[in-house]
């Protein structure tokens, strides 16, 4: 009933401005019938003003409770995901699996019998969990999101990584190297499709990218950057290789 009153007085003043409709921030002015000055701001300003109650969660939250998905195929956690996220959270999944997959040819490639450099096998059998575990992450924050994860094709890797002037190590690991960059730059992407997310108000995703993806990819990069130096500086020679592998690989031989 207060509420109400408060209302129709609020209301009641607006005839002291006739030509226009002051906006909700105006303050209209006026003398009531005992010649008290009163003040009332249009809008819900002064309505918490008037009733001390700054969230109304019943009011509020009946908006909301509209936007529940009905359909058994729409996810019910989904909120400011925009359809460009979605997509481009996918490819990233999918660069990711590539990577894994070329880090995979080159563990199967210096494990065999006949190369046998095993400090490198594991290596790259790691990095190829590593960019598995990057699609996965991927995949886990696409359903928090209430998006579809879609796998899409994979490009069967080299499975021969010999190189007459370079050799194979080095080869490989500026592959590996190109690879991280290409990554990068996908993820830059992604970071790109951030921005239109965040203009819809998605700072999730930003924040996703940020911390889980950017950071450790230029570690990656500076790791990667300094095998290819070190296996420049040692060249093919076998003994020198051996040690660079125990040294900064830190696997041994056994
Ligand atoms: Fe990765
Ligand atoms: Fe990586």
């Known amino acids: 009933m207060l509420l109400r009153a408060a209302a129709a007085s609020a209301s009641s003043l607006s005839f002291f401005n006739p030509n226009a409709e002051p906006p909700r921030s105006v303050i209209v002015r006026g003398k009531n019938a005992s010649g008290l000055v009163v003040c009332a701001a249009k809008g ?9 109650v700054i ?3 019943f009011e509020e939250v009946k908006k909301e409770l509209d936007l529940v998905p009905s359909v058994p195929q729409a996810s019910l956690a989904r909120q400011k995901y925009v359809d460009e996220s979605e997509a481009a959270v996918n490819e990233q999944i999918n660069v990711e699996y590539n990577v894994s997959y070329v880090y995979h040819g080159m563990f199967a490639y210096f494990d065999r019998d006949n190369v ?3 400090g490198l096998a594991k290596f790259f059998k790691e990095s190829s969990e590593e960019e598995r575990e990057h699609a996965e992450k991927l995949m886990e924050y696409q359903n928090k999101r209430g998006g579809k994860v879609k796998l899409q094709s994979i490009v069967m890797p080299l499975s021969e990584f010999d190189h007459a002037d370079k050799g194979d ?3 490989a690991m500026e592959l590996a190297l190109s690879l991280e960059k290409l990554t990068n730059e996908k993820l830059l992407n992604l970071h790109g499709v951030r921005q239109v997310a965040t203009k819809n108000g998605d700072v999730q995703l930003a924040d996703f990218v940020e911390t889980e993806y950017l950071g450790e990819q230029v570690e ?17 020679g ?3 290789f051996q040690v ?8 041994g031989y056994e």
């Open 169 to 171: 190590a080095l080869y």
């Open 55 to 57: 969230f109304e969660p």
């Open 238 to 240: 076998y003994g020198d």
């Open 116 to 118: 046998a450099l095993r």
């Open 244 to 251: 660079f592998c125990k040294v900064e690989l830190n696997y």
């Open 220 to 236: 990656a990069i500076k790791r990667i950057s300094e095998y290819v130096a070190q296996l420049r500086r040692v060249g093919k």
């Open 44 to 52: 819900s300003t002064n309505h918490r003003a008037l009733t001390g």
